[in-house]
């Protein structure tokens, strides 16, 4: 059984840091399969960081995340890191930890989120 646990949101001013953590459980947990996402009220979920399946292990980001948020691993601790610089209030949602067990673009496994807000 996969559980993913989230930690690390709160509340900031804009330009400020945090750095999210994803702590997994499960014996089949890869951490190159594991992937942020971020939904904002009223928003769709949309695709933060996570790493490539063409050029192996190679971080890859979203639009709004490139240049100021950062994805590492410990794949031997199962943990997965989001650093978050340079805040904006546009960045405030509640961010969620995903599992793709197949190794393919399916997330079927979620953690319960961590909300981040961010103040001007």
């Known amino acids: 059984q996969v559980q993913l646990v989230e930690s690390g949101g709160g509340l900031v001013q804009a330009g400020d840091s945090l750095r999210l953590t994803c702590t997994g459980s499960?014996?089949?947990?890869?951490?190159?399969?594991m992937s942020w996402f971020r939904q904002a009220p009223g928003q769709e979920r949309v695709y933060v960081a996570g790493?490539?399946?063409?050029?192996?292990?190679?971080?890859i980001y979203g639009e709004s995340a490139k240049g100021r948020f950062t994805i590492s691993r410990d794949d031997s601790k199962k943990m997965l890191y989001l650093q978050m610089n340079s805040l904006k209030p546009e960045d405030t949602a509640v961010y969620y930890c995903?599992?793709?067990?197949?190794?393919?673009?399916?997330?079927?496994?979620w953690g319960q989120g961590t909300q981040v807000t961010v103040s001007s």
């Open positions: 790493f490539s399946r063409t050029i192996w292990k190679s971080p």
């Open positions: 499960g014996s089949t947990i890869n951490t190159l399969f």
């Open positions: 995903a599992f793709a067990s197949s190794g393919g673009g399916t997330y079927d496994y």
